[in-house]
Structure formats: C-alpha cells, structure tokens
C-alpha cells in the first residue's frame, strides 16, 4: 500500500470529510464542539473512513492485519480532521462548553471513525472475492454504519427506547427538547466495548493470511499471548454486549417492566411503575387513563387501542436511564405505549400523550402518525395540534382560541402552512403547540371530527375541507379570532408566553440550561458562593438570561444583603427588554423582601403590581393572600409569612408553617384551613386534605359562632378550595361525593371563573363520573 494520506481515495476522505462537516457546522447549535456537532461527526465520519479504506484494500490487496491497521490510522486521521474543523467554527462562533463538547468527539465520531476504518478494511477484503470489487467494497462498506443505524430505528420501533448508543454513530440523546445532555458514565464503559471489539478483530487479523486466490487461511504465529489476549478482548466485547441493559446501554419493553418492579391493571390500562411510586398514585394514574380514553374516543369519534400500556417512572433521571426522555413525555402510538413521571394528581399530560395513543387507530404508517409518506416524515404540527386539541390543559385561564388570538392581535401569528410541517420544530415550544392545537381545535368545530381523522390520516386538506386549501382555512381561522374580545392583560402574557426562540435559535441552550440547574440546585442546598460563580459564567455566555439574573439577586437575599437585592430587583422590574412575566416575578421577590424587612407599604405596593401585571388567577390569588401576610404585621402574618415568604436566609417552609396554621385553622380561620387543605394535598395527604377543605367551604354553625376570623373568605379563596375538593374528593373512590354535584354546579355557574378552567373543571367532574 502507499504511505498514509498518498492514495487518491484517502486524500478525497479527507476533503469530503472536511466540506461536509465544515458546512454542517454553520447550522444552528452546529458549530463548535458540543453534542451537535459530535452527533453530525458520528454520522459523517464513520462511512468516510470504511469507503475510503475498502476502497485502497480493495486496490492494494494487502494482508488483513494490514488492512485493519491501515483503516484504524485513516480513521483516527478523520477525527483530528473533524475536530479541527469543529474547532474552527468553535473560534467563529464561540465555544459553549468545549470540555464537554471534546469528552463527546472523544467518546463519540472519534471512536466511531476509528471503527469505521476497520470495518472498511473487512469489506475491502470480501470485495476480493467479487469482479466488480470497488462496488461491492462501497456497498459492504455502507453497510456496516447503515447497518448499524438501523438496527437502532428497529430498537425504537420495537422497544420504548428513544435514545441510542450505536458502535459508529456514538450516541443519541433522543428528543429535540431535553436540552440538557449527559450519558455520564454510560457511554465510557459502551466504548470500553468498543476498544475490546478492536482489539478482538485485530487478533484474529493477525491470525488470518490473504491467498493469492483472495482466500483466507488461519497462519500459526505462535504467539500464544496474543491469542489469550484477543480472547479475553472477544470476551469482554460479549460481556459487555450482553449486559447492555445493566450498563444503560439499551432496553427492551422487558428489561424496563423488570427494572421498574410493579404494575396494575385498571379496566383497559395497564401501569408499569416504578418501586419509587406509591401504589395508590399509580392505581390514580390507571383510573385517570380509563377516564380520558372515552373523552377522547368520543371528540375524535375513533376507537382507541383496546389496552394500553402507561409507564410510569418515579423522576426524570429514572426516565431517562430507562428509555432516553428525561424532561420529555413520550407516546409510541404504534406500540399502545406512553411514558410519563409521576407528576401529581390529575396527571398533566396524560391526556395528552393518550391522544397520541388513540390516534394511531388511524394513524398512517408503520408509526402511525401523521405526515407525508405514511408518516415516515413526520408532521409535528398534526401529531402535537390534535392531541392539545383533544386534551388541552386544564390549569390554564386562557383557551386556546384566546391565545392564538392575542397571537393575532400582536402580530405572532404564524402562518398555518409553516406549523404544519417541520417548520413547527423552529417555532418555541409554547407557540408550536398553542397555535396549532387551537387550530385544530377550530377545525375540529368547524369542519367536524370525521374531517380531523382525514387529514390526520393522509388524505389531503381540500379533500376534507371542501376543497379549501390550507392557505384558505387560514384566512377562515384568523376571521373568527379576530371576533374574540379579549382582557387586555392578555396581550402582554402571550408576548412573554410565545415570543420565545426556538432551541436553534438561542445561544448554547445546552450549556446554559445544564449550568441553570446546576446553579440552582446548588441555591437550594445553601450553597450561595457555588451558585453565585455558576450564574455569573452563564451570564458571561447569556449576558440577558433573566433567570440567572434573578438567582444572583436571591443569592443576596440568601447571605442576607437586602439592600443588594433589592436593587437587582428593581433594576429587573424596571427593564424594558424584560415581558411582563419577568418584571412581575421581579416585583413580587422585591415584596418579599420589603415584607421581610418590615416595609409593608412598599411590598403591599409592589403585590398590587403584579396583580396589574398577569392576568394568571393563580398568581392574583397568591398576590392576594401575600398582601394579607404584609399587612397583617409580624405576629398576626406569622403563618402565611413562614408559607409564602420565609425568612432570608432559608426561604418560605411548609415545616414552619404547618403548626402556626394549624392553630388558626383549629380556631376556626377559613383561608388557614384552606391552606393547610392544599399544601396536605401538595404533600400526599388527601383525607386530612378533604377534612381542611370542607371545614373552610362549609362551616357548621357552632363553629361559627366561636370562629374569631370573618367568612367567608376572599371569594378567590372560597372558589379555589372548592375546585380543590372536586379534585381530591375525585383522587380516592372511598371519599364521600355528596358534595360533588353541587360544587360542580356552582363553579360551572360562576360567572367570574376563567372559561378555561371552568372546561377543564367539567371535563375532570365527567372524568370522575358525573
């Protein structure tokens, strides 16, 4: 063979190699060394080295030990090639994270590239044995890293993993929107397998002669160390194969019901679930999918799957090890199958993920969900709009129609034939889900259910539409917003709500969200100087990220300079870059402190701003109880403080708080006994829960005449804890329902409720069995 680099073939890799990912790289999140451009690497590189060197063994006929040791070197020239170019573009347009960015090209396309070399030396040599041997090398050499892709679109397919690790590829961190990624020592201990593989392969090259007939024979090189060695290697390799569940490595459907332990059946759903959860939260989430499965059987007007499968995971982390999605929910309509965390009672997005579910009843496809080609592109917009749609939030004061339409008003309105396709991936989050899901819902009234099942199935819109084209059921859509009246609140909240980045279109939103948490877990844990570093680095990156902004400010709150705070505070209530949801958060920490510091004028002041600020009627309420604890002074406010407040130095304690509101609910104070009533339901307990919330909605007269606090309580208060009793009344089949129906009556009749949540109230009663 000739030297290194001299062949036609390696110096065309390396051009090819260096065009492909240095225009790769002006993608967004693309340049410079991060999990983007390592997984672009993995994909590039790997083919690069095994088609190049098939193609020069294939030429040059050497020996097999040759032959693979020249597919490594190539290999390994490709990755410093890779990541020099990724350097580069690093130096164009910074660098996030370059420790980590390099840990992944180190553990990912470099190892990948290696064994794209060596596989490309094997296929170099069966092409020997064929006439057309540069194509049958190409093709063979292919067929390794494709190969292996494939068999992870299959392990997708057939389990509920969503991430990969892959020989050549290195690893896939699965779903756009978990930002944050990490295969820890996961992806160390998979390429340990790999330099065993290696190691194997090279052994056995060195035992293997080329005839001048292009066959191969076993050579005696009596060196028994060698063999003992590439055994142990083959070993190994198979160990850590096999123990790829174990290792995080990979997961079936089998592996994951093993690991979790525990699962129930109620009616048509069966719930894996984690030993971490409760059994009595998982037979709530069984009954919860019995309930939503009629719901959104009858608004689609289709026959879901006659069992379905709810994975139920105790964290995200655990989530995540398991099947690959860990702040992401995920349904697998082909499988019957959704994976959630525990989350609470009602659930937040089951409803959501069992659309998906019931949509593959007429889902195109072998995944079953809409898009061209029988969904094998898939169309977010239809997949994620019908199941807001069908199951749209239920903690929400705002329908989804009142949204799009503040969208319209402040001209954030997307066009309809941009969300429904893969241009909703570079909308925000919020926006891409909101806009087509009140779309959908509008078209569903419109044009009715059956209309809804075909165009999600394939057929096209003006099939199903009346011959109207997308581009004119958009003009239909905005001509009813544009009835819509609206508080005119509600224009900022959607500009603070939508008017967000896509995750291609922000600054090293990996980077930056993983030092968020990290800074913030740190603040949690008392850690104010580690916390204070890890902000100020992430502003360095993100000079303008509010959040970090406002940590820096509660890390002064927390070493107790009030005066600091207080100043940062101001300084972000104040900025008019900021949206209104920002400088309310702002304004209600500089309350706090102001109540802390005694300064009840000025917090009442600033509550009553927020209050003006968001419409959100969570938020008015808590502004309301908070302007109670500040005017109420130190002694009288104690409790609500020690909830809502705290002190300085640790913040707000439900600890604290629990036995000085104990004592006023006991002496009969209506809105302590609704918060105790909450924060026991908060807290898991919801039989002491349903006794604290009765005692405020409905005293008896006795306790009436000993109460010493006025009732009822503020009606927010009053309307609050009676949407609470629906709810945990609704938790547990044993509770007492006799109050049920009338509480549903009078919230559905309340004229001052949001539309929003009053829907939500009556889709969660008819759910419970009303």
Same mark, same amino acid.
Request: charged letters at 20%; hydrophobic letters at 45%; one cysteine or more.
């Given at each position: ?50 088609? &190049? ?12 030990? %040759? ?12 990755? #410093? ?36 070399? &060596?596989?490309?030396? @094997?296929?170099? =040599?069966?092409?020997? $044995? ?47 929107? %978990? ?48 063999? #003992? ?12 194969? /096999? ?46 999918? +019995? ?16 069992? #379905? ?63 061209? =080609? ?13 199941? #807001? ?56 009234? $419109? ?5 809804? $099942? ?18 004119? =059921? ?17 224009? @900022? ?16 939103? *990996? *980077? ?70 920002? !400088? ?36 008015? *309420? ?59 339901? /908060? ?20 306790? =009436? !005449? ?21 709810? +945990?009344?609704?938790?547990?089949? $044993? ?36």
């Amino acid at each position: 063979m000739t030297p290194l680099l001299r062949s036609r073939a390696e110096r065309a890799a390396l051009g090819v190699a260096a065009l492909a990912l240095g225009g790769i790289g002006f993608a967004p999140q693309f340049g410079g060394p991060g999990y983007e451009s390592a997984l672009a690497g993995g994909l590039v590189l790997p083919s690069i080295a095994a088609v &190049a060197t098939a193609l020069l063994v294939a030429r040059a006929r050497p020996q097999p030990f %040759d032959a693979l040791g020249r597919g490594v070197a190539l290999g390994g020239v490709l990755a #410093v090639v890779g990541a020099l170019v990724t350097t580069l573009h690093g130096l164009r347009v910074g660098f996030c994270d370059a420790p980590l960015g390099y840990e992944l090209w180190a553990t990912g396309p470099g190892p990948g590239a290696v064994m794209g070399g &060596a596989w490309g030396a @094997a296929a170099g =040599l069966f092409a020997l $044995r064929f006439q057309r041997q540069r194509l049958v090398a190409v093709l063979a050499a292919l067929a390794g890293p494709i190969g292996c892709i494939a068999i992870g679109f299959w392990r997708f397919y057939t389990s509920p993993m969503v991430f990969g690790f892959d020989p050549f590829v290195g690893y896939f961190a699965g779903p756009l929107y %978990d930002t944050v990624v990490d295969p820890g020592t996961r992806l160390f201990s998979y390429r340990i397998g790999t330099v065993a593989s290696l190691l194997a392969f090279a052994a056995l090259a060195w035992h293997v002669e080329l005839t001048d007939a292009a066959r191969f024979r076993l050579a005696r090189r009596e060196r028994r160390g060698i063999v #003992v060695a590439g055994a142990l290697a083959a070993s190994l390799s198979l160990a850590i194969t /096999l123990s790829g569940p174990r290792l995080g490595h990979w997961h079936t459907r089998a592996s994951i019901e093993e690991g979790l332990g525990r699962s129930l059946t109620v009616g048509r759903c069966t719930v894996a679930y984690s030993a971490g959860v409760p059994r009595v939260d998982a037979a709530r989430v069984g009954d919860e999918c +019995v309930g939503h499965l009629p719901e959104i059987e009858g608004y689609l007007g289709a026959k879901g799957p006659e069992h #379905v499968t709810v994975f139920l995971f105790a964290s995200d982390g655990e989530k995540g090890a398991y099947m690959g999605a860990s702040h992401t929910y995920i349904a697998k309509p082909w499988r019957a199958e959704l994976y959630i965390q525990a989350a609470g009672f009602p659930h937040p997005t089951l409803g959501h993920e069992l659309v998906h579910v019931v949509t593959g009843s007429f889902g195109p496809g072998p995944f079953r969900v809409a898009g061209p =080609l029988g969904g094998l592109i898939p169309d977010p917009g239809r997949i994620e709009g019908i199941a #807001v749609a069908a199951s749209p939030g239920e903690d929400d004061d705002f329908t989804l129609l009142e949204w799009a339409k503040a969208l319209l008003d402040l001209g954030l309105l997307p066009e309809m034939p941009d969300i429904f396709r893969l241009g909703f991936l570079t909308k925000s989050h919020n926006a891409a889900y909101t806009v087509s899901g009140a779309f959908v819902s509008w078209f569903h009234d $419109r044009y009715g259910a059956d209309s809804v $099942r075909g165009w999600y199935a394939g057929q096209p819109i003006e099939q199903v539409a009346q011959g109207k084209t997308l581009l004119a =059921l958009d003009r239909e859509f905005r001509a009813d917003l544009s009835k819509i009246q609206l508080r005119p609140e509600l224009a @900022a909240m959607a500009k603070a709500r939508f008017d967000r980045p896509s995750i291609f279109g922000r600054v090293c939103p *990996r *980077r930056v969200d993983r030092d968020l948490a990290i800074a913030e877990g740190r603040l949690g844990a008392g850690d104010t100087r580690g916390a204070r570093e890890a902000l100020q680095a992430l502003l360095k990156l993100e000079p303008q990220n509010t959040r970090a902004r406002l940590g820096l400010a509660l890390c002064s709150v927390r070493e107790g300079a009030l005066d600091d705070a207080i100043q940062r505070y101001q300084a972000l209530a104040t900025d008019p870059r900021l949206s209104v949801l920002e !400088r309310a958060a702002a304004l209600e920490a500089r309350g706090d402190i102001q109540t802390m510091a005694e300064r009840s004028a000025d917090a009442m002041a600033a509550y009553r701003e927020v209050s003006a600020l968001d419409a959100d009627e969570d938020r008015r *309420r808590t502004m309301e109880v908070k302007t109670l604890a500040a005017g109420y002074g130190p002694r009288q406010g104690a409790a609500l403080r020690a909830l809502l407040i705290g002190d300085a130095r640790l913040g707000p304690s439900w600890d604290e708080a629990a036995p000085l509101l104990g004592a006023q609910a006991a002496a009969g104070d209506p809105l302590a006994q609704y918060l105790v009533g909450r924060n026991l339901w /908060l807290h898991a307990r919801p039989a002491a829960a349903l006794n604290y919330l009765s005692a405020a909605l409905d005293p008896t007269p006795a306790a =009436l !005449r000993a109460n010493q606090y006025s009732w009822p309580p503020p009606y927010s208060i009053l309307r609050e804890a009676m949407r609470l009793r629906v709810l +945990v009344t609704c938790s547990d089949k $044993r509770f007492d329902r006799a109050k049920l129906p009338e509480d549903v009556k009078r919230l559905r009749e309340d004229p001052d409720m949001p539309a929003a949540k009053k829907e939500a109230v009556l889709r969660f009663a008819k759910r419970c069995g009303l």
